[in-house]
């Protein structure tokens, strides 16, 4: 066998002359944007850095955050837990189940926020007693338990339940079947095969949807403002109320929601490296 | 010798479907069955019946004397709660065709997942043994291995090992080379030959007729629901007296 020196060969890459044009087409219209932005009177950019580190924006900073932490810790934990009725075998759990998502999917957040804050036109009292008894264990006007911070809490998370029901059925239903068959075949009971070998997997379907659903709930705090839930919309809305620097103050709220929603990015990049392990694509170890 | 599966007349409908039409098989402890027949036979579904995975629509099945599913008193027979289930199915080893191996453990942690989480046993003791299982099958060094980074007959080999662990007393093999490619076929069956000469009751369904001629006391012909024929190999396969065995073994061979 003889070998030839195969023929010197330049290879040229394809050209992309097409990026370079719409780099020169994006790049004229930003600065024409910045430019139309900056010198545009009502922006202020120094009542904006005057009001982003305002105690009370802080607060309603910290409020914010609080309110999306606990919604979605409440509505992750009650929506594994409608997933899992939504999947029994129970008709009637099954039932329940499908109930309540198809309420609190079917009607709007801002309907269910102000329907909590305003429960008490609804049930003045609140009255838990013994039942056939008479005795009274608690009992307290609605409007003193069900507190504006109260309300939306309630309203954020039951919402987030539903949601989180359905990312959760998901994720389950995507676990191949032979997963839980090879757990059955080794004597693994249902629960034990759902905590060990079917959730496990399908937390890598849950979690991007669930990344997804935490930033849509730090958003959609901003609704709580309507019961005056002291969050970050509710602190630049009194603001600007009285000093009617409007666009100033929803650019400090739109700052510090970008910033959280840019940290909740990185978050969720972190944990679906950690539940990628053992998977072909993004397997890190 | 006592009988480890007895099965008579078991029948499995899916729908309107019978695909189960009254099955009589009996293999005995230590004993390796192969069951042969084509696709749709039903060989897979009456080893799927075996630990339970299908629940049989008449019939009598029993696994080491006990009834598979269900438990007798008196004259009736009580349904098995899914937890009595999984009680039952621990004795009983169980290989697929697709592996099935739990993607998101090592191969080390496929072995000691059900010791551990099932029977509770320390987490040392089940490493060793689990380490010794992989040796056996020989992949002590791919132990720390993800199942994506194995190859499919490296994959069958921990999933034999994974059933190993729970010490059963039968072991059931639904075409566990089927799904590889030919090159990878020897090195499960060579594991499986293993088995069998170590004394294990094995139920296996397959398509290596090398494999049942050589290994298999016991080879059961199935064709459209029903065992047509069962017998030593050198009988069934050498000398069929069926119309039907022989022309799916003309087919085959």
């Known amino acids: 066998m003889t070998t030839t020196e195969p023929p010197t060969v330049r290879v040229v890459p394809v ?23 900056l010198t ?31 919604a979605m810790l409440l509505g992750t934990a009650g929506g594994g837990l409608l997933a899992v009725l939504r999947l029994s075998d129970n008709p009637v759990l099954r039932g329940v189940s499908w109930t309540f998502i198809w309420v609190f999917r ?5 309907v269910q926020i102000i329907f909590f804050g305003f429960l008490g036109a609804l049930f003045p009292r609140i009255t838990l007693t013994v039942p056939f008894t008479g005795t009274v264990l608690f009992d307290r006007p609605t409007s003193v338990v069900i507190t504006g911070t109260v309300a939306a809490v309630l309203a954020l998370s039951l919402n987030e339940m539903a949601y989180a029901a359905e990312v959760i059925r998901g994720g389950i239903l ?6 839980t068959e090879a757990a059955a075949a080794l004597g693994m009971g249902p629960t034990l095969t759902l905590r060990r070998v079917v959730l496990p997997q399908a937390m890598r379907v849950i979690i991007p949807p669930m990344g997804n659903e935490t930033i849509t709930m730090l958003k959609s705090t901003a609704l709580v403002s309507i019961i005056a839930g002291r969050d970050l919309m509710t602190a630049v809305q009194s603001v600007y109320q009285n000093n009617y ?5 929803l650019l400090v709220a739109a700052i510090w929601y970008l910033a959280l929603v840019s940290l909740l990015s990185v978050g969720q990049w972190l944990i679906e490296r950690r539940f990628g392990r053992g998977f072909a694509r993004g397997g890190v170890r | 010798m006592t009988a480890m599966v007895r099965a008579e007349g078991v029948t499995k409908r899916f729908g309107p479907v019978e695909v189960l039409k009254g099955i009589d098989l009996t293999v005995a402890a230590g004993e390796v069955a192969c069951l042969l027949g084509p696709s749709g036979s039903g060989k897979s579904t009456f080893l799927r019946c ?7 629509d008449g019939g009598q099945l029993s696994v080491d004397g006990e009834l598979v599913g269900y438990r007798r008193q008196g004259d009736k027979l009580h349904e098995l709660k899914a937890r009595e289930v999984a009680v039952r199915r621990r004795d009983i080893g169980m290989v697929f065709q697709r592996f099935n191996l739990f993607p998101h453990l090592t191969a080390l942690g496929n072995v000691t997942e059900a010791p551990v989480r099932v029977l509770r046993t320390p987490r ?43 010490r059963p007393k039968l072991m059931l093999f639904d075409e566990p080379t089927s799904a590889l490619d030919p090159e990878l076929v020897g090195e499960v069956l060579d594991v499986m030959k293993g088995l069998a000469a170590d004394g294990m009751t094995m139920v296996v369904v397959t398509h290596e007729m090398g494999f049942a001629r050589e290994v298999a006391d016991q080879v059961a012909f199935l064709d459209d629901g029903v065992v047509v024929e069962a017998g030593p190999p050198d009988e069934v396969l050498g000398r069929p007296r069926h119309e039907r065995t022989r022309a799916f073994l003309d087919k085959v061979l």
């Open chain 1, 40 to 70: 545009s009177p009502n922006l202020e950019p120094r009542t904006v850095a005057h009001y982003l580190f305002q105690d009370y924006v802080l607060d309603g900073v910290v409020t914010t955050l609080w309110l999306t932490l606990l």
């Open chain 1, 245 to 249: 620097k409007v666009i100033p103050l």
């Open chain 2, 50 to 56: 075996v630990n339970h995975l299908e629940r049989i």
């Open chain 1, 15 to 37: 050209r992309h002359y097409g990026r370079w044009l719409t780099a020169l087409v994006v790049a004229g219209l930003a600065a024409m944007f910045l430019r139309a932005l």
């Open chain 1, 106 to 110: 079917g009607t709007p957040l801002l």
């Open chain 1, 174 to 179: 995507a676990v191949d079947d032979g997963q």
């Open chain 2, 124 to 166: 040392e003791r089940a490493r060793a043994e689990a380490m010794r299982l992989l040796d056996r099958v020989g992949l002590a060094e791919r132990a720390d291995h993800y199942p994506s980074q194995l190859s499919g007959g490296q994959q069958q080999r921990v999933a034999i090992a994974r059933a190993l662990a729970m």
